[in-house]
């Protein structure tokens, strides 16, 4: 047996009694500086997702890299000073899932931000963009002058900030009026409304983790988890997913672990039907085929899914 085989078995059987079998190695390298054997450590984790229309259920996996590394000297002993703990691993695995959720969840919001924009949670939590903006769509010389933002500096001071940071408003001498994207956008559109859920639309997109985070809108938030308890398990699966409300209220209550009303969940998918962030056909919740697509392509770069029907 070849010395590189021997390394790889080693590695294997050492993963196999000390991580458990969810690990895997790659193939061993040679570091010359460090003149020791250099095996990395990944995973295929598996994921079980169910369909409820048809009742199926489908075992996929995430292939995650990085999550350690053992060394092994050429005497074929492991030098476990210096390789990647069991726990430290287990820490890095939960990091990488956290990435993939706060990634997949990222390109939902970037897809379907038209359709967030088009709720009526949105057009409430946001309204403060919609009065500010509006202002300019009254005559196209406005200005609101420092002067009248003083009055209500407790309210719309933090979002002049963000529209002047994405050029939807500029300041002048004597205060604020329409930016670069204002005049692009409203290019593009017939009318004021159709304006506004675009401009809406472009915010959710370019710093939906602000709003999240400075400005908080749980309700807000609460509909992109809702829409996440949909269109993450169907990137996972790679398909369309039919999926009943109960479904999506069990995933969300053990994703988020937060509570929440039913009422208002169902009140939450209601809005996203609306708004065709998602379709609904009798009973069963399933995905706008169009947005569904973009979010597919997406995340290609980083999902790797395997596994048939089970």
Sequence with gaps: MSVLKQIAKKSREYILTNYGNLLSVDEPVYDERERLWKIGLRTDYPRLIKNDSPEERYVRTLLIKDLGTIWINDELAIIKNLSTSRSDSVKILRTRLKTWEERAESIIVKTSAFQLASTGIANVFLNPIRTILGNFLQEENTIISFEELENVRGIYLKWICLLEDLELIRKE??????????????????????????????????????????????????????????????????????????????????????????????????????????????????????????????????????????
Excluded: W
């Excluded at 915010?203 to 709003?211: A, D, T």
């Excluded at 919740?285 to 790797?304: C, I, P």
């Design 173 to 310: 001498e004597e205060g604020y009026t329409y930016g670069n994207m204002f005049t692009e956008i409203i290019r593009k559109t017939n009318e004021d409304q159709e304006f506004l859920t675009r401009v809406l639309a472009y915010v959710i997109r370019e710093r939906y983790p602000v709003l999240k985070e400075a400005f908080k809108l749980r309700q807000f938030e609460t509909l992109v988890h809702l829409d996440s308890c949909y269109y993450r398990p169907a990137l996972e699966a790679g398909k369309v997913l039919y999926q009943r409300a109960e479904s999506l209220f069990h995933r969300y209550f053990a994703q988020y672990r937060k509570h929440k009303p039913q009422l208002e969940l169902r009140a939450g998918l209601l809005e996203l039907c609306s708004s065709r962030a998602l379709n609904r056909k009798s009973e069963y919740y399933f995905a706008n085929e169009e947005l569904f697509q973009e979010m597919l392509t997406m995340s290609e770069d980083f999902l790797a899914l395997s596994s048939p029907k089970i």
